[in-house]
């Protein structure tokens, strides 16, 4: 039997639900240009502006699994809608924040309004397109205004500090999540898993401790480098995931059904999309300095140049729902992420000429553009093979995978650029500078720029220049390792999608086969 058609009202809902998800992306981005001013403004210690930055991206991951599960329990679209509410709300208490502890606890209310909005939304899209193909494009317009959300935050950002305070870059999801709750219970179905029984409270602390001492070691390792102090958290994490899953195990009515990672398809697409998401942000974490600090751009410069980024993902996003029509999943996404790699290697190139421009914009370009089929089609295996009833659970899963992927992936390529940073910078060091000097460069490659303006001219401009060869090396090594890993990811999809059929499936509303 064929699954019905959504109509106009679903499509409509849809271009609703994806502003939020637009903005939900852009929180994780538009604050870092504020940060100079609100410094300023609020005169954060160094500990607290860490938290500032921080602690939005904490709360998101943490609560991913409580919020997709607790949406199949009470109503995906009464979550959401609580959700905006409190996201608003915490906007608005943010924009005018008379303190850093203010800023901070506001900013943390945003992580958890925040962690609402993707598993809410994306389980929302199983209900309202039962059609293979068109939850495939509806998927693929999900990940879109994820991956233009993030990329004109700094845009945004950047036009709204030249003109208003830095609370303004808060106010611009307070009209978005005001429409979401005027529309959102006209135009959107609710759904709840009608045998779900009371959240467990123990499972989902468990779940939150986990991931958050799990990303916060891997960014401690990936900001001071390997620690006692780093791998404890991570130990506590492992240790506190175990116990997670051992309570599961044990409950009639589990807060995460770990059934579903019996589904291959679904276990399958979660390695291969976590994979990626690791690579990708591995990648994208020296970018932004390359631009700012070795070609000297402007931030709203630099921010310009990453729509190349953008682009690639929006282009992608859309004609994977066209080409996967044509094109067998396993061969659209292996032979996208060998597109990707080309991307990686052309990042490897480059040079602290500002003649790069073009090519990196080429680079970026073709390295989303490849990427993307991976992130539209493996999200709709995922959305798609579990059971109805479970689908906030699985995309609350799929999201948590992503912000882990991305810590794990900034953890590993950072602390890489890190030493390869170090080890060469203390190489061609010129010989007489003070230890407070070469401390200051060794640290950062914004700490050489900042400490080269203090110099000497011609000791700045020799200090400056080996902190850019230091650090573009490090970059060339990442984006070479990126290269390999996406081709690696590939044959990967190649061999474990290679049974997939083209889509739509007209008989197989519920599940994919997708694994040999």
Known sequence: MTAPKAT??????????????????MDLTVLHLAVPRLTVDLKPSSVQLLWIIDIYGFL?????????????????RRLLLIGAALFGAASILAAFSRSAAMLIATRALLGVAGATIAPSTMSLIRNMFL????????????????????????????FLLQHFWWGSVFLISVPVMALLLIVGPIL???????????????????????????????????????????????????????????????????????????????RASLVLYGGCILVLFGAFLFLPQYLQLVLGLSPLKGGLWTLPWAIGFVVGSLATPVLARRIRPALLMSWGLVLSAIGYFLLARLDTS???????????????????PVFTLTNDVIIGSAPPERAGAASGIS?????LGGALGIAIFGSIGVAIYRGTLLMALPLGLS????????????????????????????????ARDAFLRGLVLCAAIGGVGSLAFAIYAARTFRRAGLLPQPTAEHEVEAVA
């Not at 849809?14 to 903005?23: E, R």
């Not at 991951?61 to 607790?70: F, K, P, Q, V």
């Not at 073009?358 to 993307?372: D, E, K």
Request: charged share 15%.
């Open 188 to 266: 959107l179905p609710e759904y709840r898993d009608p045998n779900a029984g009371k959240p467990d409270l123990t499972s989902a602390a468990l779940s939150l401790a986990a991931v958050l001492a799990t990303i916060y070691g891997l960014k401690r390792i990936a900001q001071d480098g390997v620690s006692v102090m780093a791998i404890a958290f991570i130990v506590v994490g492992v240790v506190m995931g175990g116990t997670f899953v051992r309570r599961q195990l044990e409950l009639s009515d589990p807060l995460i059904d770990l059934r579903l990672f019996q589904i291959p398809a679904f």
């Open 399 to 403: 999201e948590t995978c992503a912000e």
């Open 131 to 158: 059609h293979p193909r068109q939850r495939t494009t509806a998927i693929s317009i999900w990940i879109m205004s994820f991956s233009l959300g993030g990329a004109i935050g700094p845009l945004v950002g950047g």
């Open 435 to 466: 230890p407070h000097v070469a401390d200051a460069a060794m640290s950062t490659l914004g700490g050489a720029v900042a400490i080269s303006g203090q110099l000497p001219t011609q000791v700045g401009t020799v200090v400056v220049d080996a």
């Open 354 to 372: 500002a003649g790069q421009l073009p090519m990196f914009g080429l680079a970026t370009l073709i390295l989303t553009l490849g990427a993307s």
């Open 60 to 76: 998101v991951a943490g609560s991913l699994i409580t919020a997709g599960t607790l949406g199949d329990r009470i109503g995906r």
């Open 8 to 25: 106009r009202r679903e499509w409509i809902g849809l271009a609703v639900i994806a502003l939020p998800c637009l903005l939900y992306s």
